[in-house]
């Protein structure tokens, strides 16, 4: 059946598909980015799960998908449903602002939004370079950072975790892995921050163009480097993408652009970021910190209960290529889904007493903050990694963390990640 093209591209739904779209109940109140569901989403997430766990959303103009199961059905059927629409679901942009990102790279090599089997082609190269060998060898480094940073802030008595230690550790990390000189952390940072929102938060008009072209420089950032380890070649990440080969192709210039800038430079450390931050917070919330300080076995453990309980990763989008039918729910060819993985990861079917956060369960059932199926979280050994390490030097450091009272976090929320300003803490000098 022929699609209206212009429909498709303003709501995500073909015109044809509007007249089963259902009467928006649940699905009406949800706005992802201002407001409650921003600073606390699992109450309504509970209500969606039990009641209208896949609903329509007019205002994201996508379904909203509630249950672990659909969830990961959905992950696991890459042939009805497309990540196509993965890069394309935060702002509208004005014309203004996609005439200057026309200048640039394209977009469809982006790892995030890629289906099979080009996405099996470049996942296969790019996990190459993610070895265990390569992701364990970047611990004395990872160590020597986190204990330099706490160390400047140790005699304070205060400090701010997201802004002195969770926000600068993982850039420095990943720009070590890339081969990155470490005096360009902040341009990055401020560049993929512009990338970042560009693609999945609704950014207003008047900021769209500088940020537009903070993509543009980021990208040809990436081109100097690139050209770079073309001619000189070194023990780095970015050489190893310049060079290798399947099956005597190398990476396109594109190819090479997107790996290296939007999958690893941009989203390498913006989720390790946010994880770190959540975790500790909770932690500390909980009276869980002592626990872990004297049971070092429960930092991991308590990592993934965290990551159960309170997922940053908020959800990621899948658009259908055929008729289909998600949780007994009649869905259109063309339509978006927007896969919660927030609140799959507490869905009672999967864990008794899933609001109750408990470091002591046998076994921590299985989350999505990570991912699930062929798009499972490149990065997810050295955020785990990053964490233990870092998670340790503090309670090795300052062991008595507390929260600073009645603080404002600063929580915010994109299209596909939860994340936090601030974290102050305070302790005895």
Known sequence: MPVNVQKQEETGVPAHASATVPSPHLGAQYNPFFGPHVANPHDFFEKLRKDEPVTFSPMLNMWLVSRYDDITAVLKDPARFSNRDMLGSGT???EEAKAILAQGFD???VLLGMDPPDHTRLRRLMNRGFTPARINGMAPFIQKLATEMVAKFANDGRAD???QLAYPLPAYVILGIMGVPAEDVWKIKRWSADWQQ???EHIPAEQQVEMAKGVIEFQQYCVRLIEDRK???KEDLTSYLVAVEDNGEALTMDELIMAIGASMLSAG???????????????LEHGMWGMMRHNRELVMKFLEESSRYDSVSHSMIRTAREDVEVGGVKIPAGSRLMLLYAAGSRDESRCPFSSKLDVTREKVPQHLTFGHGTHFCLGAPLARLQYQITTNTLLDMLPDLKLVPNQDYGIWQSIVLRQMKHLRVEWER
Request: hydrophobic letters at 40%; aromatic letters at 6%.
């Open 198 to 200: 560009l693609t999945f």
């Open 161 to 163: 975790l997201v802004e």
């Open 269 to 283: 450390h913006e989720s390790t970021t946010a994880l770190m931050a959540n975790t500790w917070k909770l932690a």
């Open 231 to 233: 001619k000189n070649p």
């Open 107 to 109: 977009t469809r090599h």
């Open 92 to 94: 509208h942009l004005t």
